[in-house]
């Protein structure tokens, strides 16, 4: 859907079965639109401080618009 991303987020207490997670990435640089096809790539980004640690990541998927399906093929994570 026009204007869908994904973004990365981190949690810090994996005994909490809540599990609050953050943006690794803060602010809209951390959002990777999804609306086109193809494979979509960003530069290299400054991740949060919080998330330099031994974290458990997810990748969630936000503002869609409920209908379309996306689905893909993988999703990569690469850190330095």
């Known amino acids: 859907a026009a204007g869908a991303d994904l973004r990365t987020?981190?949690?810090t207490d994996s005994?909490?079965?809540a599990l609050t997670f953050a943006d690794v990435i803060s602010g809209v640089a951390g959002e990777v639109a999804i609306g086109a096809t193809?494979?979509?790539?960003?530069g290299?980004?400054?991740i949060v401080a919080g998330a330099k640690a031994f974290v458990q990541i997810r990748i969630m998927?936000?503002?869609g618009d409920g209908v379309?399906?996306?689905s893909f093929r993988g999703v990569n994570l690469e850190t330095r």
């Not at 193809?38 to 960003?42: D, L, N, Q």
């Open 15 to 17: 005994a909490d079965p």
């Open 68 to 70: 379309a399906d996306p």
């Open 9 to 11: 987020q981190y949690s």
């Open 44 to 46: 290299w980004q400054d």
């Open 38 to 42: 193809g494979i979509i790539t960003t």
């Open 61 to 63: 998927g936000k503002d």
